[in-house]
């Protein structure tokens, strides 16, 4: 009889560390997940520009326009080149 009450305090305090635990845990995981989705939807803007030197002074430019449905009479372009 008292080998079977030192068993139940034994199940009984393993029973509550492992409650705590699974508490724990769980508040752990959702602090987590809470950080990762805040950090997913901030937006990171970084600006920076990054100027080639090393092609030299004039910079080819080719443009593909398409124009559906636009009448050869309202279309109008110039192009200067110094």
């Known amino acids: 009889?008292?080998?079977i009450n030192f068993i139940n305090s034994i199940c009984a305090c393993m029973h509550?560390?492992?409650?705590a635990v699974t508490i724990v845990s769980a508040v752990i995981m959702f602090a987590l997940f809470v950080s990762?989705?805040?950090y997913y939807l901030?937006?990171?803007?970084?600006?920076?520009l990054f100027v080639d030197t090393s092609r030299g002074q004039k910079l080819k430019i080719n443009v593909d326009i398409t124009f559906m449905k636009v009448g050869c009479?309202?279309?109008l372009f110039s192009c200067i080149e110094p």
């Open 1 to 3: 009889m008292n080998e």
């Open 16 to 19: 509550v560390y492992l409650s």
């Open 36 to 38: 990762e989705l805040n």
């Open 42 to 48: 901030t937006k990171d803007i970084q600006q920076e």
């Open 73 to 75: 009479t309202c279309e």
